[in-house]
């Protein structure tokens, strides 16, 4: 009995993560749109498939709508008669103040969720999976890992788009540990090619 939800917060904290973890944990079947890219015919189609796997196997849909604030008000209101019936569990991302951004009326049936940014603790930690999972005989100093922290500002993916980068730029280089002079060298040059 999973309410709907609205998670609230910058860029890179897993809302879509923490979704799919929801749906996971409740046995639920697992749908999403985009607020870049759906309409109205993507939201019936999501629906519709809702429907479908309810009738056939008996398993609830949460409905996970990553950027809710780009939808117009009228997209919006679409939902409504789905999230009332019980049909699927809407749970709705955005990075905007929902109170000005998501439609009163679906606002009104969700529960709204403030996410924070991860801090250098979690960023810290995020690092050290990635060395033992992704990044074998990789190292980094002291320097090197509080600018990559620093750099990411809280957000993870930024955080895994640099280990990425340091990692194809010292293999180049026949690399093993990265100092914060690499590190500076390596970020200056990706950015002078924008």
């Given at each position: 009995?999973?309410?709907?939800?609205?998670?609230?917060?910058?860029?890179?904290?897993?809302?879509?993560?923490?979704?799919?973890?929801m749906?996971?944990?409740?046995?639920?079947?697992?749908?999403?749109?985009?607020g870049?890219?759906?309409g109205?015919?993507?939201?019936?189609?999501?629906?519709d498939?809702?429907?479908?796997?309810?009738?056939?196997?008996?398993?609830?849909?949460?409905?996970?709508?990553?950027?809710?604030?780009?939808?117009?008000?009228?997209?919006?209101?679409?939902?409504?008669?789905?999230v009332?019936?019980?049909l699927v569990?809407?749970?709705?991302a955005?990075?905007?103040?929902?109170?000005?951004?998501?439609?009163?009326?679906?606002?009104?049936?969700?529960?709204?969720?403030?996410?924070r940014?991860?801090?250098?603790?979690?960023?810290?930690?995020?690092?050290d999976?990635?060395?033992?999972?992704?990044?074998?005989g990789?190292?980094?100093d002291?320097a090197a890992?509080?600018?990559?922290?620093?750099?990411?500002?809280?957000d993870?993916r930024?955080?895994?788009?640099?280990?990425e980068?340091?990692?194809?730029?010292?293999?180049?280089?026949?690399?093993?540990?990265?100092?914060?002079?690499?590190?500076d060298?390596t970020?200056?040059?990706?950015?002078?090619?924008f």
């Amino acid at each position: 009995n999973l309410p709907a939800v609205v998670l609230w917060g910058p860029p890179g904290v897993s809302r879509t993560r923490l979704a799919r973890v929801m749906a996971s944990a409740c046995g639920a079947e697992f749908g999403a749109l985009s607020g870049v890219r759906s309409g109205v015919k993507e939201i019936r189609d999501a629906t519709d498939q809702a429907q479908r796997v309810l009738e056939q196997s008996g398993r609830h849909t949460i409905l996970f709508v990553d950027e809710v604030h780009r939808f117009n008000k009228s997209q919006q209101d679409a939902f409504l008669p789905y999230v009332e019936q019980g049909l699927v569990t809407f749970i709705g991302a955005t990075t905007e103040n929902p109170s000005f951004e998501v439609n009163s009326a679906l606002l009104s049936r969700a529960q709204v969720y403030v996410l924070r940014a991860l801090s250098p603790e979690e960023l810290g930690r995020l690092i050290d999976h990635a060395l033992a999972v992704a990044l074998q005989g990789l190292t980094f100093d002291d320097a090197a890992r509080e600018r990559i922290i620093g750099y990411a500002d809280g957000d993870a993916r930024r955080l895994l788009n640099v280990l990425e980068q340091l990692q194809t730029a010292a293999q180049t280089e026949g690399l093993s540990r990265i100092d914060a002079e690499f590190l500076d060298r390596t970020l200056a040059q990706n950015l002078s090619r924008f």
